[in-house]
């Protein structure tokens, strides 16, 4: 019976459905299944090109395009197909192994490739390798792309902004001058940096056998250098080859892959949570849509639900990679199967991620500076040049510079009238007094415009 989403338990596969799609080739039990067979037949066929391996005959033209099509071809019939054995063997990986011996039949080619289906494999060679796959391509095919969009909107925004000066507030309060392109040059610059130290995670796999010493390999070929020849087989799919591990691989590497998203996913809830705010000072409008309603009750308004959607989706990845990142390296002795039941939720993770990527975007697609309330802002706020003044002083040897501008406006209503007076009383040279009587709230942003076309 097909499943309506409003039926669905776990709101990605319900309400947030249509912003999942992209995922669910790679991280679903379809998906799982997709990713053992073709490390099954993959490494089927890499034994029949060792000529070491000389009862596993070279594959002929017919049948290098028989495992080719397997692979290939793989279509939700195939995974229901593998269920179905599973249903009887009660293994899945096995199931696996039963199925590609049925795809390629009984014929005499067929037959002597059945009992090196699997050759030497514990489950967890097939399954260390499918989850790493699924994790590779999510993150080079899916995520990083979504994640360039975003930087992409973020570098327009800097250089849109790049002279729109704004208050800044450090403990909440006014502070020296800055932009709003600096400001998102400043997001953008450490965006950048946790997806680059994401992308650079490196994605190991192990095929060493049941306890990660290549005891049954050795066995049957003595005289094969197993390790050469299975590390080859992991490189062959891209991966890292990990040469040291017990039956599982131990993990190490997703925890790192998971923390560097927990880095980025941190640096993009901050912003929301910025931008959110200043949403609410006014310093950013939102762009209405006609049909859209803000409250059920108080029609005037425009909430800020893209950025509080997306802060909320992080935090529930965020607790998911950590989860990952605290637990999965952690397994008794050679081996126990609590990874199992977690390493099946690494979609849940990634789509609450995407979802609030998609979020993210939206709201900026939404966004529009208010330079006349953000000025307003800063022309009101003449107190800010005081930390201008007291440097000068210093420069020219007054003594108390900082103090006593301390007196003159902490806590105090500071006009232009008020900062010009006490400007002019000082024992200055007169061009650092005319530079400073020029000076503006607005004009005081230092490198701030320039520094806006940095990131990248």
Same mark, same amino acid.
Request: charged share 25%; aromatic share 8%; glycine share 6%.
């Given at each position: 019976?097909?499943?309506? &989403?409003?039926?669905?338990?776990?709101?990605?596969?319900?309400?947030?459905?249509?912003?999942?799609?992209?995922?669910?080739?790679?991280?679903?039990?379809?998906?799982?299944?997709?990713?053992?067979?073709?490390?099954?037949?993959?490494?089927?066929?890499?034994?029949?090109?060792?000529?070491?391996?000389?009862?596993?005959?070279?594959?002929?033209?017919?049948? #290098?395009?028989?495992?080719?099509?397997?692979?290939?071809?793989?279509?939700?019939?195939?995974?229901?197909?593998? #269920?179905?054995? !599973?249903?009887?063997?009660?293994?899945? $990986?096995?199931?696996?192994?039963?199925?590609?011996?049925?795809?390629?039949?009984?014929?005499?080619?067929?037959?002597?490739?059945?009992?090196?289906?699997?050759? @030497?494999?514990?489950?967890?060679?097939?399954?260390?390798?499918?989850?790493?796959?699924?994790?590779?391509?999510?993150?080079?095919?899916?995520?990083?792309?979504?994640?360039?969009?975003?930087?992409?909107?973020?570098?327009?925004?800097?250089?849109?902004?790049? @002279? /729109?000066?704004?208050?800044?507030?450090?403990?909440?309060?006014?502070?020296?001058?800055?932009?709003?392109?600096?400001?998102?040059?400043?997001?953008?610059?450490?965006?950048?940096?946790?997806?680059?130290?994401?992308?650079?995670?490196?994605?190991?796999?192990?095929?060493?056998?049941?306890?990660?010493?290549?005891?049954?390999?050795?066995?049957?070929?003595?005289? /094969?250098?197993? *390790?050469?020849?299975?590390?080859?087989?992991?490189?062959?799919?891209?991966?890292? *080859?990990?040469?040291?591990?017990?039956?599982?691989?131990?993990?190490?590497?997703?925890? !790192?892959?998971? =923390?560097?998203?927990?880095?980025?996913?941190?640096?993009?809830?901050?912003?929301?949570?910025?931008?959110?705010?200043?949403?609410?000072?006014?310093?950013?409008?939102?762009?209405?849509?006609?049909?859209?309603?803000?409250?059920?009750?108080? *029609?005037?308004?425009?909430?800020?639900?893209?950025?509080?959607?997306?802060?909320?989706?992080?935090?529930? &990845?965020?607790?998911?990679?950590? =989860?990952?990142?605290?637990?999965?390296?952690?397994?008794?002795?050679?081996?126990?199967?609590?990874?199992?039941?977690?390493?099946?939720?690494?979609?849940?993770?990634?789509?609450?991620?995407?979802?609030?990527?998609?979020? $993210?975007?939206?709201?900026? @697609?939404?966004?529009?500076?208010?330079?006349?309330?953000?000025?307003?802002?800063?022309?009101?706020?003449?107190?800010?040049?005081?930390?201008?003044?007291?440097?000068?002083?210093?420069?020219?040897?007054?003594?108390?510079?900082?103090?006593?501008?301390?007196?003159?406006?902490?806590?105090?209503?500071?006009?232009?009238?008020?900062?010009?007076?006490? $400007?002019? !009383?000082?024992?200055?040279?007169? !061009?650092?007094? %005319?530079?400073?009587?020029?000076?503006?709230?607005?004009?005081?942003?230092?490198?701030?415009?320039?520094?806006?076309? %940095?990131?990248?």
């Amino acid at each position: 019976m097909k499943l309506s &989403s409003l039926r669905a338990i776990s709101p990605v596969d319900g309400r947030y459905s249509d912003k999942v799609n992209s995922l669910r080739d790679v991280f679903s039990e379809y998906g799982l299944i997709r990713y053992r067979v073709m490390v099954e037949v993959r490494w089927l066929q890499w034994l029949a090109d060792q000529p070491q391996i000389t009862e596993l005959p070279a594959l002929t033209p017919v049948m #290098k395009d028989v495992l080719n099509g397997i692979v290939d071809k793989f279509c939700t019939e195939d995974a229901e197909h593998v #269920k179905r054995i !599973e249903a009887t063997t009660n293994h899945d $990986v096995k199931a696996v192994e039963y199925f590609i011996r049925d795809r390629l039949g009984d014929g005499k080619d067929a037959a002597a490739l059945h009992d090196f289906i699997h050759f @030497g494999c514990t489950s967890e060679d097939i399954n260390n390798l499918a989850y790493a796959l699924m994790l590779r391509q999510a993150r080079d095919e899916i995520v990083a792309p979504m994640m360039k969009r975003l930087h992409v909107t973020l570098r327009a925004l800097a250089s849109a902004n790049a @002279g /729109v000066a704004m208050l800044s507030r450090t403990h909440g309060q006014t502070a020296s001058p800055t932009t709003v392109g600096k400001e998102f040059a400043n997001v953008l610059a450490r965006l950048s940096r946790a997806r680059e130290q994401w992308s650079a995670v490196e994605i190991r796999g192990k095929f060493n056998g049941a306890v990660g010493n290549y005891n049954a390999h050795t066995v049957a070929y003595p005289d /094969v250098d197993w *390790p050469a020849l299975c590390e080859g087989f992991v490189a062959s799919l891209g991966l890292d *080859p990990n040469p040291l591990t017990t039956q599982i691989e131990p993990h190490d590497w997703t925890a !790192e892959y998971a =923390h560097a998203l927990v880095r980025y996913n941190t640096v993009l809830l901050d912003f929301c949570r910025d931008t959110w705010s200043y949403i609410s000072l006014g310093y950013f409008k939102q762009r209405v849509a006609g049909n859209e309603v803000g409250s059920s009750t108080m *029609p005037h308004k425009v909430n800020p639900i893209d950025f509080e959607n997306a802060e909320g989706n992080l935090g529930l &990845s965020t607790a998911l990679l950590n =989860h990952f990142a605290v637990k999965l390296p952690v397994s008794r002795w050679q081996r126990d199967l609590t990874d199992s039941t977690v390493q099946r939720n690494f979609g849940i993770a990634v789509a609450w991620l995407t979802i609030a990527l998609q979020s $993210v975007e939206k709201g900026l @697609g939404k966004l529009q500076t208010d330079p006349q309330r953000i000025g307003a802002d800063i022309d009101a706020s003449w107190e800010v040049l005081g930390e201008a003044v007291q440097t000068v002083m210093r420069r020219y040897g007054i003594e108390n510079p900082y103090e006593k501008l301390k007196e003159l406006t902490r806590g105090q209503a500071v006009t232009q009238e008020i900062l010009a007076a006490f $400007v002019r !009383e000082l024992d200055i040279p007169e !061009e650092a007094r %005319q530079q400073l009587l020029a000076l503006t709230p607005a004009s005081y942003t230092g490198l701030a415009e320039s520094l806006s076309s %940095q990131a990248r």
